[in-house]
């Protein structure tokens, strides 16, 4: 069992930053790939970034790469994705999973989610 609980989400101005954290819970974190999803108003859960259970190998959606950067840190059982140059089509909810698939764009190859974090960005 792994438990995941985001935080870092908040308000900010178009052009600003945030950093989102996951936390998770369990000796096996390190065992998972990790993604983060989003999901806007009226919209379906869309990938966003992933990361390998070593770090080493990164994914990004088209509409993400070159702005945001996923990390994680094993020894503290936390994933993070740094947010830069945001724009008001980021403000979604975003949430964290974990993965044992190679599959990471599909929403349905995760096992674990968090219970998701608010970002909301202003024009």
């Known amino acids: 069992q792994v438990q995941l609980v985001e935080s870092g989400g908040g308000l900010v101005q178009a052009g600003g930053s945030l950093r989102l954290s996951c936390a998770a819970s369990?000796?096996?974190?390190?065992?998972?790939?990790m993604g983060w999803f989003r999901q806007g108003p009226g919209k379906e859960r869309e990938f966003v970034a992933a990361?390998?259970?070593?770090?080493?190998?990164?994914y990004y959606a088209d509409s993400v790469k070159g702005r945001f950067t996923i990390s994680r840190d094993n020894a503290k059982n936390t994933v993070y994705m740094q947010m830069n140059s945001l724009k008001p089509e980021d403000t979604a909810v975003y949430y964290c999973?974990?993965?044992?698939?190679?599959?990471?764009?599909?929403?349905?190859?995760?096992?674990?989610w968090g219970q998701g974090t608010q970002v909301t960005v202003s024009s």
């Open positions: 990361i390998s259970w070593s770090g080493g190998s990164t």
């Open positions: 999973a974990a993965s044992k698939s190679r599959l990471w764009t599909l929403v349905g190859e995760y096992d674990y």
């Open positions: 369990g000796r096996t974190f390190r065992s998972y790939a």
